[in-house]
């Protein structure tokens, strides 16, 4: 079973946390919106981290 990482733009408050923790996954699209760069990315602290900070609680983990 695989896991997708999704950001619910409906609950994003804009903070930029999870840019600036963890650029590798997460990164501001020209329209304004954040985006994961890669929907399954490898398990790792920085998204954990993003996860735990992201003041909305809207990164979360999907099950496929
Ligand atoms: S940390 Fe959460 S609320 Fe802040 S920009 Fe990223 S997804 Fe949005």
Redesign the pocket.
């Known amino acids: 079973m695989s896991k997708s990482l999704t950001?619910d733009m409906g609950?994003?408050?804009?903070?930029?946390?999870?840019?600036e923790l963890c650029p590798r996954v997460?990164r501001r699209s020209p329209l304004g919106y954040?985006e994961v760069k890669e929907e399954k990315p490898q398990e790792d602290d920085c998204i954990w981290e993003?996860i735990n900070?992201?003041?909305?609680g809207?990164?979360r983990w999907e099950e496929d």
């Open positions: 950001v609950e994003c408050v804009g903070c930029d946390a999870c840019v997460f954040i993003v900070c992201c003041p909305s809207c990164i």
